[in-house]
């Protein structure tokens, strides 16, 4: 699932997360008998993406950065979500999750402008499982569904935490997803209307696999409390997504994205 921000909604993204905050008084209470303190990081940046799903031309947006961590209670990431741990194990993790899913500006839509419609953002709400496989490696996989809407999504990932070089922390994720066919028609559907108007076929794609993705994140300290945080994405669209005449006649089935921010942690 993309995690990025729409230019239509940094505000919702900014409610989203005030919201999610009402989660933290809970887990911050249920450390108070174990020895696990939680993290804290925020900030600000500039992120160049797709200017939509399956666009081969970009934008550059202002952003905000969150990550938080409370060890075996809760994730909550403006790159990957939130993640309310209910298991809490020494190797399996699971519970709650829930994410933010961009839809697509009708500014953005260039020549697609007024052809196909602009799609409003959502937000996911589902559930995770994730195995700690090593100190320095997790796998995991969630479900999530539209809270206002039909559309389902898969996801399976993996994440690697690179040996730190002097003082410079980083790491490597792997991400497949896919979607159910309400969601894969809604992002990369034509319908006959729409098609005459392109001059392409209509395009009424099934479930099935979305995308995979690669990211390398690096983390640079500038002093003892901030840094900048650098998360470089190569994305790729497959099967119905990567097919659609959205993708082949009028965008890229590579979705390159590229982000920094300046981070405060405590």
Same mark, same amino acid.
């Given at each position: 699932?993309?995690?990025?921000?729409?230019?239509?909604?940094?505000?919702?993204?900014?409610?989203?997360?005030?919201?999610?905050?009402?989660?933290?008084?809970?887990?911050?209470?249920?450390?108070? !008998?174990?020895?696990?303190?939680?993290?804290? /990081?925020?900030?600000?940046?500039?992120?160049?993406?797709?200017?939509?799903?399956? /666009?081969?031309?970009?934008?550059?947006?202002?952003?905000?950065?969150?990550?938080?961590?409370?060890? !075996?209670?809760?994730?909550?990431?403006?790159?990957?979500?939130?993640?309310?741990?209910?298991?809490?194990?020494?190797?399996?993790?699971?519970?709650?999750?829930?994410?933010?899913?961009?839809?697509?500006?009708?500014?953005?839509?260039?020549?697609?402008? #007024?052809?196909?419609?602009?799609?409003?953002?959502?937000?996911? /709400? #589902?559930?995770?499982?994730?195995?700690?496989?090593?100190?320095?490696?997790?796998?995991?996989?969630?479900?999530?569904?539209?809270?206002?809407?039909?559309?389902?999504?898969?996801?399976?990932?993996?994440?690697?935490?690179?040996?730190?070089?002097?003082?410079?922390?980083?790491?490597?994720?792997?991400?497949?997803?896919?979607?159910?066919?309400?969601?894969?028609?809604?992002?990369?559907?034509?319908?006959?209307?729409?098609?005459?108007?392109?001059?392409?076929?209509?395009?009424?794609? #099934?479930?099935?696999?979305?995308?995979?993705?690669?990211?390398?994140?690096?983390?640079?300290?500038?002093?003892?409390?901030? #840094?900048?945080?650098?998360?470089?994405?190569?994305?790729?669209?497959?099967?119905? /997504?990567?097919?659609?005449?959205?993708?082949?006649?009028?965008?890229?089935?590579?979705?390159?994205?590229?982000?920094?921010?300046?981070?405060?942690?405590?």
């Amino acid at each position: 699932m993309t995690r990025l921000f729409p230019t239509t909604g940094p505000l919702r993204r900014l409610a989203l997360c005030a919201c999610l905050f009402i989660a933290l008084p809970w887990t911050t209470r249920c450390l108070a !008998d174990d020895g696990d303190q939680p993290t804290y /990081a925020i900030g600000a940046g500039m992120e160049r993406m797709a200017a939509w799903p399956g /666009a081969s031309t970009a934008r550059n947006q202002p952003i905000p950065f969150i990550d938080i961590e409370i060890p !075996d209670h809760l994730s909550l990431s403006t790159l990957d979500g939130l993640q309310l741990d209910l298991i809490g194990g020494p190797v399996l993790h699971g519970g709650f999750y829930g994410d933010y899913q961009w839809g697509r500006d009708s500014d953005d839509l260039g020549v697609l402008r #007024g052809k196909i419609a602009p799609l409003s953002p959502r937000l996911t /709400a #589902g559930g995770y499982l994730e195995w700690q496989l090593a100190k320095q490696v997790d796998a995991g996989i969630d479900l999530s569904h539209d809270i206002d809407g039909a559309g389902a999504y898969l996801e399976a990932y993996g994440e690697w935490d690179l040996p730190p070089v002097w003082l410079l922390q980083h790491s490597f994720e792997m991400r497949w997803q896919a979607m159910n066919g309400a969601a894969m028609d809604r992002f990369f559907g034509i319908s006959p209307a729409q098609a005459d108007t392109l001059a392409v076929p209509a395009w009424h794609p #099934g479930a099935g696999s979305q995308s995979a993705s690669l990211e390398y994140d690096l983390f640079v300290p500038t002093s003892q409390h901030t #840094g900048l945080a650098l998360a470089l994405s190569w994305e790729r669209l497959l099967g119905n /997504a990567g097919g659609s005449p959205l993708v082949t006649r009028f965008g890229s089935r590579n979705q390159p994205s590229e982000s920094l921010a300046f981070v405060y942690h405590f």
